[in-house]
């Protein structure tokens, strides 16, 4: 079956870096496009991030755009997201996701998801 699985979250001061992975398996996922989501407490789950399956297209979303930076080892069925200049505002839970609408970086009905892991940027 599908398993999406993150690491790589914790607490970091304004200003650093976290470097987030997301081990995939059980399906082809050199094919899939991937992206990384993230919630706020009470707020909507947004895309942030995504990859293409094909051509490891790029998208971002203005709020990330310069500083966060996505890849994937499809050897190692994984895809990373580097952050830098973290902010407090970049406080989340941070979901990985399989199989997403790569144009809009949205899910879709057919989008599998990891567990999350939790970024807190705070002095």
């Known amino acids: 079956q599908v398993q999406l699985v993150e690491s790589g979250g914790g607490l970091v001061q304004p200003g650093g870096s976290l470097r987030l992975s997301c081990a995939a398996s059980?399906?082809?996922?050199?094919?899939?496009?991937m992206g990384w989501f993230r919630q706020a407490p009470g707020k909507e789950r947004e895309g942030i991030s995504c990859?293409?399956?094909?051509?490891?297209?790029?998208y971002y979303a203005d709020s990330v755009k310069d500083r966060f930076t996505i890849s994937r080892d499809n050897a190692k069925k994984t895809v990373y997201l580097q952050m830098n200049s973290l902010k407090p505002e970049d406080t989340a839970v941070y979901y990985c996701?399989?199989?997403?609408?790569?144009?809009?970086?949205?899910?879709?009905?057919?989008?599998?998801w990891g567990q999350g892991t939790q970024v807190t940027v705070s002095s």
């Open positions: 990859i293409s399956g094909n051509d490891a297209s790029t």
């Open positions: 996701a399989a199989d997403v609408n790569f144009y809009y970086c949205s899910n879709a009905s057919h989008t599998r």
């Open positions: 059980g399906f082809a996922f050199d094919y899939y496009p």
